[in-house]
């Protein structure tokens, strides 16, 4: 955990604090996004699939 925070640059953390839960949602996503490559691109693969298909449902 403490390293997905050190990932953000230090300017997230106000924002992080006053933001609601789904915003805080994403941001620790961007973290997990940022720190871990293969997560990043199992995400990106993901994504990027569902993009070019035109779909907007993960299964």
Not at 23 to 52: C, G, N, P, W
């Amino acid at each position: 955990m403490t390293a997905r925070i050190k990932s953000l640059d230090e300017s997230f953390y106000p924002i992080f604090m006053r933001s609601d839960l789904s915003a805080q949602k994403l941001f620790a996503l961007t973290a997990s996004l940022l720190h871990d490559t293969l997560f990043f691109d199992f995400v990106y693969e993901l994504v990027r699939e569902k993009m070019i298909l035109g779909s907007d449902v993960v299964s």
